[in-house]
């Protein structure tokens, strides 16, 4: 896969990992502690790729939701000591964990910038970073340049994508306002689309790097 994408001069912004959680119920935070294991031994194996593709994983849905009557402080707990585990060992491996907000309605305890800021740095590791998503942001952050400011020290990874994951339209997110905050912070690592893939996978892919290239570059 890495001569394939070195073959084309394409990088790789990170190894997803949230269809462990939708569709097999996989979780950094499951009241089952085998499958919590099990969790974490399957990123480690997505680190390892990771490391061969030059490149981070990303974590957002496969930290899990709160159980019923669980507190946010335990769920917090739950989270840390799986996240703890897995910074070892990337650290060992020196690939990074990127996390990303979730907004309140698909996520819990994190779900604004500075919520999840707040718990990626309370353990000191330059390999725990942040994936800025507009679609999240749009619905937890009321002020967008001050949430991108607040994550500048660790955010390698801005996600593009309006409101229900759709192509931007420019009027119910203000990109442009994001753009400009970005680019007067000199940020140069990765900004990327996430919309649905309409009318298919080619035009939207097309339409998405017209987009980046006219707002984000």
Known sequence: MKRMLDDYGLGTSAVTTGLAFLFEGMSMVHPDLSMRRATIERLKHQL?????????????????????????????????????????????????????????????????????????????????????????????????????ERSLNKLVLFHVSDVGRNIPDNQHFDFYKAAEVLKAHSYDKWATIEWKPLPNSFEATKKGIQYLKEVFA
Not at 68 to 90: F, G, H, K, R, W
């Open 48 to 148: 390892d790729l990771a490391r061969e593709l030059d490149s981070q994983i990303l974590i957002g849905y496969l930290r899990g939701r709160k159980a019923p009557n669980q507190s946010d402080q335990e769920y917090e707990d739950i989270l840390t000591d799986s996240v703890s585990e897995l910074l070892e060992y990337a650290e060992t491996i020196k690939t990074p964990i990127v996390m990303e907000q979730i907004n309140r309605n698909e996520g819990d305890v994190f779900c604004s910038t500075d919520q999840t800021m707040t718990f990626l740095e309370k353990f000191h590791s330059d390999l725990l970073l942040y994936n800025g998503d507009t679609y999240h942001m749009a619905i937890e952050d009321p002020d967008i340049p001050a949430a991108i």
